[in-house]
């Protein structure tokens, strides 16, 4: 075997036997489905530009195959779990197959969409394997609670990762796309077979770098004023932005006012709009106001 640590990482049968001894039995409740092929997770470790110095943080890390793999090649690694059977195993798990790695993993037992801090330094990474069902409120919350996260690689539902790197025009394009690109920049980095998962999703999987912005938008709106008006354009995805927007603005000519001060055409539609487009709008509502 080439690989450096030939037995730390987790393969098929050694997955299969640590569910056995907990009676772990993935859920479609937690969107679970875990890594089973030890290429897969070294890949994902390799694409998200994983470095020495880095501290990582991780969103359900499960039975620990993606967490071992960063462990080789990060710092430090932090692993948010919601689960509590799992939560207790894989310290022990970490211990047994990394011992030398063991003092750099911290473990955080709770939901991700809780957590507003973690222990140790700072994380300069966020790597996951995504539950499905809470993908994008959980990548945006982490992202959002973490600023000190410069990138981000993620394995989400292939239409997930779909949503988050398209862009404006495209037909996918919506607010997951927006919200997304206030942060960073965004794109898809790769596809992930069903065959290396246990069990097999009926779905593929997608690969998504974020890249956090060295410089934010530059507007006088909030995030919140912002993203206030991307949840109205896209409510109502056929409406023109005049009518979509008129709910948010009070009125359609006030929304259209906004509009027009924004130099955004009023027949256009949310879909076509790029988040510097949207914080135009949050703030000509403000100034007009």
């Not at 310290?91 to 955080?108: N, Q």
């Not at 507003?116 to 790597?127: H, I, Q």
């Not at 973490?146 to 037909?171: C, H, N, W, Y």
């Not at 996918?172 to 992930?192: C, D, H, L, Q």
Request: aromatic fraction near 4%; include cysteine.
């Amino acid at each position: 075997m080439t690989s450096p640590l030939p037995d730390a990482l987790l393969g098929p049968a050694d997955i299969r036997e640590l569910a056995a001894a907990l009676g772990v039995r993935p859920t479609k409740q937690r969107g679970q489905n875990f890594v089973i092929d030890a290429n897969t997770v070294r890949r994902i470790v390799r694409t998200a530009g994983v470095r020495p110095d880095d501290v990582v943080v991780e969103v359900g890390p499960g039975l620990g195959s993606l967490t071992l793999a960063l462990l080789e090649a990060a710092d430090r690694v932090t692993a948010v779990e919601i689960d509590d059977t799992l939560a207790a195993a894989l310290p022990a798990t970490i211990a047994a197959r990394m011992p030398g790695r063991a003092d750099r993993f911290a473990l955080v037992h709770s939901d991700a969409m809780h957590v507003t801090e973690l222990p140790g330094p700072a994380p300069t990474a966020l790597v996951a394997n995504l539950p499905y069902n809470v993908a994008v409120p959980v990548l945006l919350h982490m992202l959002d609670t973490f600023p000190s996260i410069e990138r981000t690689l993620v394995m989400v539902q292939s239409e997930v990762a779909d949503r988050l790197a398209a862009a404006p025009g495209s037909k996918v394009y919506g607010v997951p796309s927006v919200k997304a690109n206030w942060y960073a920049e965004v794109k898809r980095a790769g596809a992930i077979g069903r065959n290396v998962f246990w069990p097999a999703p009926n779905v593929d999987s997608g690969l998504v770098s974020l890249v956090r912005r060295t410089e934010p938008i530059r507007t006088t709106a909030s995030k919140k004023e912002v993203f206030a008006v991307v949840d109205a354009a896209f409510a109502q995805r056929r409406k023109t932005l005049r009518a979509a927007l008129a709910g948010w603005a009070g009125s359609a000519p006030a929304a259209e006012a906004a509009l027009v001060a924004a130099g955004v055409p009023p027949q256009a539609r949310g879909e076509s709009l790029t988040v510097e487009e949207f914080a135009r709008i949050a703030e000509c509502k403000e100034s007009g106001e």
